[in-house]
């Protein structure tokens, strides 16, 4: 399998649990600017959408959307408990967790990051991510992850986007809980490993 990714992006989520999963896989930098990869090749005829994550399957199939990919890959490796079996309520439960990061964290950054958006609405964006993940810190405050006891993909997607705030003027001191969950998930060895793959430990210091 091929990862393309760009550095601290949300395709670092698939990028974790590859790695918590155990599978060999290759990575591909993509430049967002020229709309290539390092080695040269075209990502538009890759991924049409220009979006990572983007996974190049052995078979040679694409498989986009962070969500997606990361519940493939849990199930890959079921023995990796990365995702609870499908069509059981945990796994919808899972589900539930990671529909909750795409549309209500993952997607209140976007306007952060644009040069376009006026500051006024900004401010705005502030508001609605914090109280976002203060639902995180209450529901941390009563379990070590997500969905309880057991490191899933959904605690790989929310510790990447966790760590966009120190990007935007936000800071994880105001949710202890979330705070101590990305201090926590920092210091697995998989996770580890994706950071320090995609050059980012140097970020985080």
């Known amino acids: 399998m091929k990862l393309y990714f760009s550095p601290g992006a949300c395709s670092l989520s698939p990028h974790i649990a590859l790695r918590e999963a155990g599978l060999e896989f290759e990575l591909s930098r993509v430049d967002f600017a020229t709309k290539k990869t390092r080695d040269g090749e075209d990502f538009m005829a890759v991924n049409p959408k220009g979006l990572v994550p ?41 589900q539930e967790a990671l529909n909750f990061i795409s549309t209500e964290l993952h997607k209140g950054f ?62 994880l001191e105001t949710w202890p809980h979330v705070a101590a969950f990305v201090a926590r998930t920092a210091e697995r060895p998989a996770v580890h490993a994706a950071l320090e793959a995609e050059g980012l430990l140097r970020v985080r210091a």
């Open 110 to 171: 976007s306007p952060l990051f644009s040069k376009e958006c006026p500051d006024a609405w900004k401010e705005v964006v502030k508001t609605k991510l914090a109280a976002a993940f203060a639902e995180v810190d209450r529901t941390l405050a009563k379990q070590p992850y997500l969905t309880g006891d057991t490191f899933t993909v959904a605690d790989g997607y929310l510790f990447t986007v966790a760590n966009w705030t120190k990007y935007v003027g936000l800071s």
């Open 54 to 94: 983007t996974l190049r399957l052995d078979s040679g199939e694409i498989l986009t959307e962070g969500p997606a990919i990361v519940q493939y890959i849990a199930d890959l490796r079921p023995e990796s408990g990365l995702a609870p079996a499908a069509g059981t309520m945990a796994r919808v439960r899972l």
